[in-house]
T-cell receptor, first 116, second 114 residues
Framework: AQSVTQLDSQVPVFEEAPVELRCNYS??????LFWYVQYPNQGLQLLLK??????LVKGINGFEAEFNKSQTSFHLRKPSVHISDTAEYFC??????????????FGTGTRLQVTL | KAGVTQTPRYLIKTRGQQVTLSCSPI?????VSWYQQTPGQGLQFLFE???????NKGNFPGRFSGRQFSNSRSEMNVSTLELGDSALYLC?????????????FGPGTRLTVT
């Protein structure tokens, strides 16, 4: 079984400032890692994913994340946020070895609030 | 290419009733997963279908069921509704059964049980 911990439920930040949203996971098997964003009254949109290879992953909208196996972390970063980045962000994992289609285990989410 | 569509978008039901939600995946996608999102429990996996077969199931009571048709469209049914079933139900489709494939989410169906 896997679990995902998002350490911050809310992160307030000023526009054009950098931001980091933290995610730690626990799993007895190898996992794939994902970050999703949810805007109000919408479904989830994939920001980026880590499957293998380079531990620094670049995604859409200027976001990037770094996989740290020793610390079992997958923190999301953006060097300069915009008002439009205000949304809920979810970290998720899926079991690499299950052989079935994606069954995602999500964290509880981090609300990013960008203000002027 | 059209995205994942879910119908209806909003639904109000009374305790004890049953409800059926529908999900049409992206054309060509054969895997469909369902998730329940609530403020208290967050996002929880309900079940996953691939080629009309349920391949995985989350920890939900038997009142929650689903099925997938030959055209990959999927429905989920909740019988004997309880107040705690009020939630946003999200459907996601994926090209393949592999867990490495990206899931594309629909906008969800907001179910309110009164």
């Amino acid at each position: 079984a896997q679990s995902v911990t998002q350490l911050d439920s809310q992160v307030p930040v000023f526009e054009e400032a950098p931001v980091e949203l933290r995610c730690n996971y626990s799993s007895s098997v190898s996992v794939y890692l994902f970050w999703y964003v949810q805007y109000p009254n919408q479904g989830l949109q994939l920001l980026l994913k880590y499957l293998s290879g380079s531990t620094l992953v670049k995604g859409i909208n200027g976001f990037e994340a770094e996989f740290n196996k020793s610390q079992t972390s997958f923190h999301l970063r953006k060097p300069s946020v915009h008002i439009s980045d205000t949304a809920e962000y979810f970290c998720a994992v899926s079991d690499k070895t299950s052989g079935t289609a994606s069954k995602l285990t999500f964290g509880t989410g981090t609300r990013l609030q960008v203000t002027l | 290419k059209a995205g994942v569509t879910q119908t209806p978008r909003y639904l109000i039901k009374t305790r004890g009733q049953q409800v059926t939600l529908s999900c049409s995946p992206i054309s060509g996608h054969r895997s469909v997963s369902w998730y329940q999102q609530t403020p208290g429990q967050g996002l929880q996996f309900l079940f996953e279908y691939f080629s009309e077969t349920q391949r995985n199931k989350g920890n939900f009571p038997g009142r929650f069921s689903g099925r997938q048709f030959s055209n990959s469209r999927s429905e989920m049914n909740v019988s004997t509704l309880e107040l705690g079933d009020s939630a946003l139900y999200l459907c996601a489709s994926s090209l393949s059964a592999s867990s490495s494939y990206e899931q594309y989410f629909g906008p969800g169906t907001r179910l309110t049980v009164t």
